[in-house]
C-alpha cells in the first residue's frame, strides 16, 4: 500500500510527500527502500544521503484523499485529519508570502518563504518552492531534476505539496485585525492599555553580565505584529549596554509636543526598565509603544513590516530629538554630514572571500572621500544586503574590535611601511591592492621609496591634515595612539526576519546571546509568541580569527556562528569613554 516512489531524493534537492509518515524516521521506511542508501559528494564537498532510485520511478509529489493516507500510515498521524476529507489549499498563499511547513504534529514546523508556485514537469498538481530561513543538507538551491525553477542560496530550496503549506504564524496577531479594527480609535486602546500595564519609574541600569534567569522562553521583548525589527534593535540598544540612555535621559524642550514626551516615557519606563529589572518585556509594552507613535504620524508601524532603519530615521530624530551619533566631512565639499547611522558604500570585489568589517569600512570611506570628524561614542554599521533580495557577499565577519583612527580626519597616523608618524594618505595605492587591505599612509621617506616603482610613479597622494601639530608630540612610533570601537550587537535577518546576537557585558571575554523575539507561536484562543535567549558560546574566539573560519569546514561551525556572519546586517560598535561625556 505505501509506495516509497513517492518520496524522492534528487541530487540535494528535497521533496516532499504529504504521503509520508513521519518524515525522517527511518522505522516508517520499508527495508527495500532504506538498504538502497549511498553517500555521495557534491562539489561543494559536502556529503549527502541519496537512494538509488531510477530516473523513471523519480516521481513528483503525489497528492491524495485523507483517507488514503490514514490507510497507508499505522502509526500516529502526520496531522489531525478526519477520514474523507481532502486536502485543502489555502488561496491566499501566493510568491512571497512567510509560510509553515507542517512535516508532523509533534515536531516545530520549517519555516520559510514561498518562491515560486507550479507543477513540476510530469505532475499536474500544484506545487511550492521554498526557501527555508535555515539551510538543510537534503534541500537544493532551487533546481529539480536538473532544471531551475528559483534561485534559493545553497541547501535552502525544498519543493512541497502548497496543501502542507500555511501562513507562518509567527506573523498573525490577536491584538490588531486590519480587517476589524479602525486605527482611529488608537487613543481608547492607548488609555485602556496603559492602565493594565505596571511602569518602573527612575534610571534602571543594564545588567553586568548574563544571568540564568534571563535566559530560556518568555526572556527578552514579546514580540507583536510584525514588530521583530523594533523588538531586536530595542534589545541591542538597552538590553545590556547604557550607551544610547542618552536618547530616553534627556529632556525634551519645552515646546516640544507633549506626544513626543509621552514616547521617552513609554520607551523607558514601560520598556527598557523592565527590560532591565525582569528580563522581560510584554507584547502589550511595545503596543503601546507603537501606538503612540502612530498618533504622532509615523505611518505604518502599527501593521507593516519595516527595517531597523526605521528606528533609527524616525524615531531617534523626530521623536526622540536626539543628537546625530556620526559627523563626517565630505573632502569635496568640505561640508559635515550627520546621521544616525552608517551604510557601507563599496564595490564587489570577486578576489575577496571572506571579508570583514573592518575591510569593507575602509574600503567606504575612501570610496565617498569622507573622514569621521570625531570619535562616534556610537556607531552603527550597515552592511552591504538589502533583506534577503541582495547580499554583496555571502559571509561577513563582524570585527570584534573596528579601528577607527585612518579615517578621523584629525588624528596621528602611522606609517604604512616603517611605523613612524605619517605625513601622506594614497588613496591610488588602496585601490590598486598594492599594500595590505588597509588604507595606506607614509613618512617623508617612504613615501618617495614607495612610488618610486614604476607601477606607482603616477599616484597622487595628499598630506595629512593635523601633521605639523603632531610631529613635535609623537617622536616615536610607539607613542602613536589608536582609536577603536567596540563591537556590542549584530542584527541579523534571515529570510524576512530580524534577531540579534547582543554581548552581555564590557569585558573582552563577556558572554554573548541569541535573541528572537518570535521564536515560537503559541496557538491558542488568546495566541501570542514566546521570545527566548540562548546563550551562544565562543563568539569572540570565532569573530577573532579569519583563518578559523576560512579553514574549518562549513558543518563544523557551530549554527549560530554561521548564523552570525551569513545574515549579519548591522553591527553596533561603541566606545564607552566617549560616552561619558556625548
Known sequence: MYNHNRVSCHGATRIIDSSTPKLFNNKTRPSSYMNQRTTTTDAAG??????????????PPFYYTVEEHLEQSSEVDLLDFRPNTAISIDSSLTEGIMVEIILSSYEPPLRGVIRWIGTLDGNKKCTAGV???????DCSDGMYHGKRYFNSPYQTAMFVPLSLCRKDSRFLSSLINNNEKDL?????????????????????????????????????????????????????MFAFTDVFDVVINKPLAQDAPQEYCKVKTILKEFI????????????????????????????????????????????????????????????????????????????????????????????SFLLTDLKLVEVPARFIVQLPRCGREYKMYNKIIPNMRLDITDVLEDCPHRCISCGALAKFECKDCYSSKCFREQIVCFCDDCVIKAHS??????????????????????????????????????????????????????YPDSPWCFFNSMAKR????????????????????????????????????????RKLTSDCYMCLYRNRDVAQFR
Open 131 to 137: 526557501e527555508l530561513e535555515d539551510r538543510n543538507k
Open 184 to 236: 482611529s480609535n488608537a487613543d481608547e486602546d492607548l488609555s485602556l492599555i496603559e492602565n493594565q500595564l505596571i511602569r518602573i519609574r527612575g534610571n534602571v541600569p543594564p545588567p553586568r553580565t548574563l544571568q540564568r534567569d534571563m535566559v530560556g522562553t518568555m526572556k527578552g521583548i514579546q514580540g507583536d505584529m510584525n514588530s521583530c525589527y523594533l523588538d531586536v534593535t530595542l534589545y541591542c
Open 453 to 506: 616603482h614604476p607601477n606607482r610613479r603616477s599616484h597622487k597622494y595628499q598630506i595629512l591634515k593635523g601633521y605639523d601639530d603632531y610631529r613635535e608630540q609623537y617622536s616615536s612610533s610607539a607613542e602613536l595612539p589608536r582609536e577603536y570601537l567596540e563591537l556590542f550587537a549584530v542584527i541579523c535577518i534571515a529570510v524576512d526576519h530580524y534577531v540579534a546576537f547582543v554581548k552581555c557585558g564590557s
Open 46 to 59: 559536502m556529503s549527502h544521503g541519496n537512494y538509488n532510485i531510477s530516473e523513471s520511478d523519480m516521481e
Open 272 to 363: 527598557v526598565n523592565p527590560l532591565r529589572k525582569n528580563y522581560f518585556v510584554r507584547a502589550k509594552n511595545i503596543h503601546l509603544l507603537r501606538l503612540l507613535l502612530h498618533k504622532v504620524g509615523i505611518s505604518g508601524v502599527l501593521n507593516e513590516e519595516k527595517d531597523p532603519e526605521e528606528v533609527f530615521n524616525k524615531l531617534f530624530p523626530r521623536v526622540c530629538r536626539a543628537e546625530p551619533f556620526i559627523k563626517m566631512r565630505s573632502a569635496i565639499s568640505g561640508q559635515i554630514q550627520a546621521a544616525y547611522f552608517y551604510q557601507l558604500f563599496i564595490e564587489r570585489d570577486n578576489n575577496i572571500v571572506l571579508p570583514d568589517v573592518q575591510m569593507l569600512f575602509e574600503q
Open 522 to 561: 503559541i496557538d491558542n484562543p488568546c495566541g501570542y509568541y514566546e521570545p527566548e535567549v540562548v546563550i551562544v558560546k565562543d563568539v569572540h574566539t570565532w569573530l577573532d580569527s579569519r583563518e578559523k573560519l576560512l579553514t574549518t569546514p562549513e558543518a563544523d561551525i557551530p549554527f549560530y556562528i
